[in-house]
């Protein structure tokens, strides 16, 4: 009988130690798990998912590598600045329907002048980094030196200044040859990295805490970023 309770008793301190590690884990790492093919930044793609602004797959995938199109960002940005979607203008463009399913995300963030006016938007589409500076920059109203250079980002570049105004709030560094790629299409893992900095600090370069060897990695890519 001594040997049964003192077995309860053992048993009963375990579970009470499971759920205390359980309950002390961040939301964001209990999030990791929920998409199968997420290596790196996780963290930050699981705040935006915490944070209700970007979704993944049926297939409970989240394609990091699969290129960001225009239309997503769209989706994303209305859902960060909780743009109103009920009375939007239509933005007139020829390939953006009112049937489209993210008709209203488009016409909210044009109006929002974060995606400027034109013939075509062509949703689907890749977006760039460039675009995607222009995005974060005006959509989070962010200010800064907008004097900081990259090698490739040219005096006639209409997005120049969204581009410094990144670079000195620490959201980029851009690569180590001392260029942006401002016309390089964007994957999904690397907006989510970009919007998570612009919304949290934590997560821009040099913020690092204790690493691991996969956050370790992600340091690294972020100074390419």
Not at 5 to 33: D, E, H, R, W, Y
Not at 176 to 205: I, M, Q, V, Y
């Amino acid at each position: 009988m001594n040997l049964y309770i003192k077995g309860m008793f053992v048993l009963k301190k375990i579970v009470v130690l499971f759920l205390l590690i359980l309950f002390a884990l961040p939301l964001q790492s209990l999030a990791a798990n929920k998409f199968s093919d997420v290596k790196t930044y996780s963290n930050e793609i699981n705040f935006l998912v915490n944070e209700e602004i970007i979704n993944g797959y049926p297939d409970g995938t989240f394609r990091p590598t699969d290129f960001v199109t225009k239309k997503q960002i769209a989706v994303m940005m209305s859902r960060t600045l909780k743009l109103d979607l009920n009375n939007v203008t239509n933005p007139g463009y020829k390939d953006v329907s009112t049937s489209n399913t993210a008709y209203r995300e488009i016409a909210a963030v044009v109006e929002a002048g974060i995606f400027p006016k034109g013939t075509y938007f062509k949703p689907g589409s890749p977006a760039t980094r460039e675009m995607m500076a222009r995005a974060i920059v005006i959509g989070l109203s962010l200010q800064g030196d907008t004097t900081i250079s990259f090698k490739d980002v040219y005096t006639n570049n209409p997005n120049k200044t969204y581009i410094s105004i990144l670079a000195d709030n620490n959201i980029t560094t851009g690569y180590e040859d001392g260029t942006f790629k401002p016309a390089s299409s964007l994957t999904r893992a690397h907006f989510s990295a970009f919007l998570a900095r612009a919304l949290n600090d934590s997560f821009k370069p040099g913020n690092d805490k204790t690493l691991s060897t996969q956050e370790i990695v992600e340091m690294h890519d972020s100074r390419i970023l």
